[in-house]
């Protein structure tokens, strides 16, 4: 049998190196996470124009009517053809939105407003409120699920910790990866993408206690004294069933993303993101976690010898 445990420290090494090319991307100008209407306010127009406009065309013309502080970002349609642009200014008012629109229509030809969007300041903080109040409720909510489905356990408080630092972590690196990403592609965080966290969030914890309630099976039928073994014994013993549900995970999104469009495109995107890690991070960091928690090595994390 395979000693994957004996290599955690190289396995957090890599989680590692992945949270801090996420940081290093989110902290950067590149990779900051740009807020899309519904939590930085303003108007967000969806206009879709019979003739092929260029971006930068449709750029230059904004700037020429005084739009300067505007995002444009090209939708291309399922259908192909020349696709749709979604344009974020400041607030409009129903008479600024006609004069934009008949200005695009005098210089690009004729087009249709397929969606319109006011968002407040005072929403848009709201929204982020309870954004993150959502996230603290969700994780406190899987934090006393887990101490109390383990209270027979020793330490059933390790289990609870451990999983929702494993899924801290699965939060974090796909949040990274989504922002070096996004520096490219030129997304922005909108409902989709919280939604995504949320659903990460679930399905990370999943795998997490698939691989507990291994471990405590086999504490209870006693295969072995030694803790690192029976969380050895348990890990490889679900690698299979982890890697197959997040396979399923993964075609699902894929096609979602293929048939569906931009509309869930972060969606996808994160979750397709966190199937990945999350299986990692429940293979690889929480269960190891547990192993450190119980032989008292977290001072090798700093490059002290583990208490006797």
């Not at 300067?68 to 400041?90: F, K, N």
């Not at 199937?275 to 090798?300: H, N, Y």
Request: proline share 2%; glycine share 10%; net charge negative.
């Amino acid at each position: 049998m395979y000693d994957l445990v004996n290599k955690r420290f190289w396995l957090f090494l890599v989680s590692g190196i992945l949270i801090l090319a996420g940081i290093i991307s989110m902290v950067t100008p590149f990779g900051r996470l740009k807020l899309a209407t519904e939590f930085s306010s303003g108007t967000q127009l969806r206009v879709g124009f019979e003739q092929a406009v260029s971006q930068g065309d449709l750029e230059n013309e904004l700037a020429n009517l005084g739009y300067t502080d505007v995002v444009i970002r090209s939708e291309i349609t399922t259908g192909g053809g020349q696709g749709d642009y979604i344009i974020r200014t400041g607030v409009l008012t129903e008479e600024q939105k006609a004069e934009l629109i008949s200005a695009l229509t005098e210089k690009f030809g004729q087009n249709e407003v397929k969606s319109f969007r006011n968002v407040s300041p005072e929403v848009a903080t709201e929204t982020i409120r309870a954004t993150f109040l959502a996230v603290l409720v969700a994780a406190l909510g899987i934090l006393f699920y887990i101490v109390w489905a383990f209270r027979s356990m020793p330490h059933p408080f390790r289990y609870g910790t451990c999983a929702i630092v494993a899924l801290l972590h699965d939060v974090l690196v796909s949040v990274g990866i989504f922002s070096i990403l996004a520096g490219f592609m030129g997304w922005e965080v909108d409902m989709m993408f919280i939604v995504g966290i949320l659903t990460i969030i679930g399905f990370s914890c999943d795998n997490s206690v698939v691989i507990f309630d291994r471990i405590r099976e086999n504490l209870k039928n006693g295969i072995n004294p030694n803790f690192e073994y029976v969380v050895n014994d348990s890990v490889i013993g679900t690698i299979g069933r982890c890697v197959n549900t997040s396979m399923t995970v993964i075609i699902v999104m894929l096609a979602l993303g293929f048939f569906v469009g931009s509309t869930i495109q972060n969606l996808v995107v994160m979750m397709l993101i966190g199937a990945i890690i999350g299986t990692f991070d429940s293979i690889c960091v929480a269960p190891m976690l547990l192993v450190v928690w119980e032989k008292k090595e977290w001072g090798r994390f700093i490059g002290k010898k583990a208490a006797t």
